[in-house]
């Protein structure tokens, strides 16, 4: 829930962890309703653009990097040879951008179901859809829950969930049916990663995800931990559910010989996000 007072105050409020988080605004500058939700861009003083949608912050022009960087390129570094990447949601077309860095990739389709999230990203963060051209890239305008249900079994190399929390169209990505959809479309060895929220604020949610993802048969699970400061607490999580085997690190080698930028990935951030502070393995053991 977020309020947009008239002194120019942008704050989400967290009721479930009595805090609030807020962004100085020096002008709203769109607002959609769209058959799904209501999509908000406004001017931030000191953050560039903000997207809101259902009055929750999705992503700042600022710090976004932190966010699509953590859902692309660890996975994609941990996958001996990712080849067939899938997005579900992710119409903003940041985590896209981020997977196209990626020259073995050959094939990126992205799943969005609400075309006006794209639409809105093409005119106020043209550079994150600056790829979309990509001829390796397909956008999709569909359900991300029924494409997983009907796709070929086996053909997908990594799948990455990158979508609001579990309101509204995202939902429904977060339980054991999704998950099971995942684990068949994926190839030996595929790897799911979704965005799975705050570890100081949303434990239940965050083990409960877990649960669901071995509960539907996948063999190993890997949460990263990374700052991400406009949601709620700054600190956010990804979680990695692989097919088949357990994880084994990650490619060091090829991430220090990658040939593209990155803001704020790199080998050694990777193996940091890895380590995880006492009470979150607690909290893991006792799921
Ligand atoms: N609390 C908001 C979490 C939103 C996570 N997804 C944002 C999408 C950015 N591509």
Same mark, same amino acid.
Request: charged share 20%.
């Given at each position: 829930?977020?309020?947009?007072?008239?002194?120019?105050?942008?704050?989400?409020? #967290?009721?479930?962890?009595?805090?609030?988080?807020? !962004?100085?605004?020096?002008? $709203?500058?769109?607002?959609?309703? =769209? /058959?799904?939700?209501?999509?908000?861009?406004?001017?931030?003083?000191?953050?560039?653009? %903000?997207?809101?949608?259902?009055?929750?912050?999705? *992503?700042? =022009?600022?710090?976004?990097?932190?966010?699509?960087?953590? %859902?692309?390129?660890?996975?994609?570094?941990?996958?001996?040879?990712?080849?067939?990447?899938?997005?579900?949601?992710?119409?903003?077309?940041?985590?896209? +951008?981020?997977?196209? $860095?990626?020259?073995?990739?050959?094939?990126?389709?992205?799943?969005?179901?609400?075309?006006?999230?794209?639409?809105?990203?093409? $005119?106020?963060?043209?550079?994150?859809?600056?790829? &979309?051209?990509?001829?390796?890239?397909?956008?999709?305008?569909?359900?991300?829950?029924?494409?997983? +249900?009907?796709?070929?079994?086996?053909?997908?190399?990594?799948?990455?969930?990158?979508?609001?929390?579990?309101?509204?169209?995202?939902?429904?990505?977060?339980? +054991?049916? #999704?998950?099971?959809?995942?684990?068949?479309?994926? =190839?030996?060895?595929?790897? !799911?990663?979704?965005? =799975?929220?705050?570890?100081?604020?949303?434990?239940? *949610? !965050?083990?409960?995800?877990?649960?669901?993802?071995?509960?539907?048969?996948?063999?190993?699970?890997?949460?990263?931990?990374?700052?991400?400061?406009? @949601? /709620?607490?700054?600190?956010?999580?990804?979680?990695?559910? +692989? $097919?088949?085997?357990?994880?084994?690190?990650?490619?060091?080698?090829?991430?220090?010989?990658?040939?593209?930028?990155?803001? @704020?990935?790199?080998?050694?951030?990777?193996?940091?996000?890895?380590? !995880?502070? &006492?009470?979150?393995?607690?909290?893991?053991?006792?799921?």
């Amino acid at each position: 829930m977020s309020v947009f007072d008239d002194k120019k105050w942008l704050t989400e409020v #967290f009721a479930d962890s009595g805090s609030v988080f807020g !962004l100085a605004i020096t002008e $709203k500058l769109d607002e959609v309703q =769209s /058959p799904f939700q209501k999509i908000a861009m406004y001017q931030t003083s000191h953050f560039g653009k %903000l997207m809101v949608i259902d009055d929750v912050i999705m *992503l700042s =022009s600022r710090d976004n990097f932190l966010y699509h960087e953590m %859902l692309s390129h660890p996975v994609l570094f941990t996958h001996p040879n990712p080849k067939n990447v899938v997005i579900i949601g992710g119409g903003d077309c940041g985590t896209l +951008r981020e997977v196209l $860095k990626h020259p073995g990739v050959e094939q990126v389709t992205q799943i969005d179901i609400d075309e006006q999230v794209t639409r809105m990203a093409e $005119k106020y963060f043209p550079e994150l859809c600056a790829s &979309n051209n990509d001829p390796r890239a397909t956008l999709k305008f569909e359900d991300g829950i029924k494409f997983m +249900r009907e796709v070929q079994p086996a053909s997908i190399d990594v799948i990455i969930v990158d979508s609001t929390d579990p309101i509204g169209p995202g939902e429904g990505l977060f339980n +054991r049916a #999704f998950y099971a959809n995942c684990l068949a479309a994926l =190839s030996e060895g595929g790897i !799911l990663v979704q965005q =799975s929220e705050s570890p100081l604020i949303h434990m239940p *949610l !965050l083990t409960a995800m877990r649960s669901a993802m071995l509960d539907a048969g996948f063999a190993a699970l890997q949460t990263l931990n990374f700052p991400q400061m406009v @949601y /709620p607490s700054g600190w956010w999580t990804c979680t990695m559910a +692989r $097919k088949n085997s357990a994880f084994n690190g990650f490619r060091v080698s090829d991430v220090q010989q990658a040939g593209f930028a990155t803001e @704020y990935y790199n080998a050694e951030i990777h193996q940091a996000a890895m380590a !995880l502070p &006492n009470f979150v393995k607690k909290a893991f053991n006792a799921s």
